[in-house]
């Protein structure tokens, strides 16, 4: 696909790798796939949590919406901490050509791929994504832009992913 072949041969932006835990992060960014209402309630849910919990002070979240902007659902318009890019934000190869650039120029301390991993446009976000550490699923296209991976085995779910991350980054001695 030509699509994937442009992802790899772009460049990397240059950025600060470092280790985060949810103790120790202020800011974290979230990439996602939105599909449907619940999944999006879920991961908004999450994003509260994360603030509540550890102290984060900003929980950013950008979602790729497989529509036309015009059969966007009332659910996904803008809200505070939240965006989305649609079809109408790629160009022919499905690299998001606008709408990303506050979300890829932000230095987030954790970039989380919500997202399974495969989605195109979502992988070209993260690969151009400044965060200082990027987490992401074993097994996916994605997996080679990542820091930190998570193996979830054969049953990939959101409720896994968010209960290995709990796992994980809200261990203090994780780095």
């Not at 879920?42 to 919406?65: D, R």
């Not at 996904?76 to 998001?96: C, G, M, Y």
């Not at 820091?147 to 709990?166: C, M, P, R, Y």
Request: charged share 25%; proline share 3%; with cysteine.
């Amino acid at each position: 696909m030509v699509g994937i072949r442009a992802l790899h041969a772009e460049v990397e932006p240059v950025r600060l790798r470092k280790g985060f835990n949810f103790n120790s992060a202020e800011t974290v960014g979230i990439i996602y796939l939105d599909s449907e209402e619940d999944f999006y309630k879920k991961l908004h849910e999450y994003a509260g949590f994360l603030k509540s919990e550890f102290n984060i002070k900003a929980v950013t979240m950008l979602g790729f919406v497989d529509e036309p902007e015009k059969k966007i659902p009332a659910y996904q318009q803008h809200k505070v901490d939240s965006e989305f890019i649609t079809r109408q934000n790629l160009a022919w190869n499905q690299r998001p050509v606008s709408g990303i650039e506050n979300f890829t120029s932000s230095d987030f301390d954790i970039l989380i791929d919500f997202s399974n991993g495969n989605v195109l446009p979502l992988n070209f976000i993260l690969k151009e994504s400044r965060a200082k550490m990027k987490v992401g699923m074993r097994g996916k296209r994605a997996e080679r832009y990542c820091d930190f991976i998570l193996n979830l085995g054969e049953e990939v779910s959101a409720d896994k992913l968010v209960t290995q991350l709990n796992a994980y980054l809200s261990n203090p001695k994780i780095k």
